[in-house]
């Protein structure tokens, strides 16, 4: 299957490199120098992945990654500088999906490019049909639509926490370290300092919890990590 990838900069000399590398890979890669240019070829084109970098003239990424997340759930992954770490946390709650942090290796960006693609070929139509339901209390997640439900009513999850939601429901009763949910919902190495877990638990804990301080589905686990407690329909 033919990849497509969008990826906005603004930057002639960081795009036409990551486009090289990407195309070496064997994907088939779009550019656009600003955050609306990107929502303008998005329409037309379908896209398996987009890279997209927060400082941007006309429209900045993460308003162009709002209006992304209206239209679509391709997967997102952001390019930073050092130092926007608020703006890394806005971009989870906007939906992204990954971030780098400039300046970056292309053998770095490779690899994440090829984590996104094999989870979101995974978790979409891609997906195989032997999918199944998975239900814990007044949740239910079908795997096959790509849809969550509680009491009945659609949550909207973007593809990570589709899969970090999944691999928990798959795991009721079992306590996680961060480093063992990293790995096995990203499928990377983990480094001692990522907070990626912890924030995508928070935006998922926003979404499927009905008191954020005090979860009945997805608990910390105190100097461990965490699990999800299961409950009766």
Known sequence: MEMKILIAEDDREIRELVRMHLE???????????????????????????LLDLMMPIKGGLEALQEIRSISEVPVILLTAKGEDEDKVLGFGLGADDYLVKPFSMVELLSRVKAQLRRYTKYTAYAPTHTTILKNGSLCLDQKRFECKKNDEIIKLNPMEMKLLTFFMENIGTTFTKKQLFENVWGEHFFGDNNTV??????????????????????TIHGIGYRMESHRA
């Open 24 to 50: 070496t890979d064997g994907y088939t890669v779009v550019e656009a120098e600003n955050g609306q240019d990107a929502i303008d070829l998005l329409h037309p084109n379908n896209f398996h992945l987009v």
């Open 198 to 219: 912890m924030v995508h638990i928070n935006f998922l804990r926003n979404k499927i919890e009905e008191d954020t301080k005090n979860p009945m589905y997805i608990r």
